[in-house]
């Protein structure tokens, strides 16, 4: 049975992630397995963050795409936001998984297998086993997995975030290709929270998706309903060419799915809390969480921090804000539009990447109104 240092499970954003790390530290000459499924050549996924420039593993070799302002639309009225100091940048899958296999290729010490994982055996003392379907079991001293094999929050109904998403083409011009539609909520939001979200590229160009907050089951069908009658009634667009889809789901929530109960078993992405409740965003988590690992093993040998902690007092203004999105969805529109209208933008943003100070996070919370919050206090469960 052939041995590693390390084997990543599942290469999706954050297997690739804490590679990509790996290979720029100390540790670029251990033996490591990648096993995923996929060949990673195409492209599905979008994914976008906000920073003062873009990181460093942002793709290179492709044109950089990004926006310097943000808007939030409900029934009553449109927020238009620049973002100051900040950029919010998109990274399309394919080309991120290119250049990373591309620099994995440099590493003979690094080998990629395609094959599906089918189980992995920890042991109290010793290596962790890897099972596959169709190339028989491997040995690591550290596992690192992204692959979500069983959920202990699986029979717990949590609040999830679906959207299913276009590309679409137009030959006339139906955008604006200066600021990122974040919210626009079209709905009386009554009974649920759900919004769209549309990303231009160009004038001709644009990702529009539709996004939902459910414990239901999803009739994607409907959702897909749903976009079409966006673009037809809201944005006026009767004739475009679909050039890509995707779908997702992402857990809403702030019970922890419990780390490994071995501490060789390290868990990425989503499984180590790296999406954010309230929003969704989880790429520059993902980042700030590979890097503090890699950091970790170069200077200990070990990881300890084995979940992306999140601060104590963000996980209850996240919580504030799913108990009003479950109970009392009709508030969430107001929340965000007067968030963006009453604070500068790049504040915002800050506060949702859970870098503010508190002197800014008591600006932010001061300048919102208190009757709804007061409520979701009074009537107070985690979600």
């Known amino acids: 049975m052939d041995t590693y240092d390390y084997i990543v499970t599942g290469l999706g954003c954050s297997g690739l992630s804490l590679v990509y790390y790996l290979l720029d530290s100390h540790l670029r000459d251990k033996k490591i397995l990648l096993i995923d499924n996929s060949s990673k050549t195409e492209n599905d996924r979008t994914w976008c963050y906000w920073a003062e420039k873009p990181l460093d593993i942002h793709p290179k070799n492709t044109?950089?795409?990004?926006?310097?302002?943000?808007?939030?639309?409900?029934?009553?009225?449109?927020?238009?936001?620049?973002?100051?100091?900040?950029?919010?940048?998109?990274?399309?899958?394919?080309?991120f998984y290119l250049e990373v296999l591309e620099k994995i290729k440099l590493f003979p010490n690094v080998s990629f297998l395609e094959d599906r994982v089918l189980n992995i055996e920890g042991a109290e003392q010793g290596p962790v086993t890897v099972s596959t379907l169709n190339s028989g079991d491997f040995r690591s001293t550290v596992l690192f997995n992204s692959i979500p094999f069983t959920s202990p929050l699986k029979n717990i109904p949590v609040l999830k975030q679906v959207f299913v998403g276009w590309k679409i083409s137009c030959e006339k011009n139906c955008f604006n290709p200066k600021a990122v539609s974040l919210m626009h909520f079209v709905s009386d939001q009554k009974n649920k929270t759900d919004f769209f979200y549309t990303l231009p590229y160009n004038e001709n160009e644009a990702l529009v998706e539709y996004t939902l907050y459910t414990k239901e089951e999803i009739d994607l069908p409907n959702m897909e309903a749903q976009l079409r009658d966006y673009l037809q009634n809201e944005l006026?667009?009767?004739?475009?060419?679909?050039?890509?889809?995707?779908?997702?789901?992402?857990?809403?929530?702030?019970?922890?799915?419990?780390?490994?109960?071995?501490?060789?078993?390290?868990?990425?992405g989503t499984l180590a809390g790296c999406s954010k409740p309230s929003t969704g965003y989880?790429?520059?988590?993902?980042?700030?969480?590979?890097?503090?690992?890699?950091?970790?093993?170069?200077?200990?040998?070990?990881?300890?921090?084995?979940?992306w902690d999140r601060k104590r007092g963000f996980k209850f203004y996240d919580n504030i804000i799913l108990n009003i999105a479950v109970k009392w969805p009709n508030a969430l529109p107001s929340i965000f539009s007067k968030m963006f209208e009453n604070n500068r933008a790049n504040v915002v943003l800050k506060f949702l990447s859970e870098e503010t100070s508190l002197w800014e996070e008591i600006g932010i919370l001061s300048r919102l109104k208190f009757a709804i919050f007061i409520k979701s206090l009074l009537s107070y469960e985690k979600h």
């Open 236 to 268: 006026k667009i009767n004739e475009y060419v679909v050039t890509f889809k995707e779908s997702g789901t992402i857990p809403m929530t702030t019970l922890e799915v419990p780390s490994s109960q071995y501490s060789n078993i390290i868990h990425l």
């Open 63 to 95: 044109p950089l795409i990004f926006w310097d302002s943000v808007r939030i639309t409900d029934s009553n009225n449109s927020v238009s936001s620049k973002l100051q100091n900040l950029n919010y940048y998109h990274i399309k899958s394919s080309d």
């Open 282 to 307: 989880t790429f520059y988590d993902i980042q700030k969480h590979c890097k503090s690992i890699v950091k970790e093993l170069t200077t200990t040998g070990k990881v300890n921090s084995r979940k």
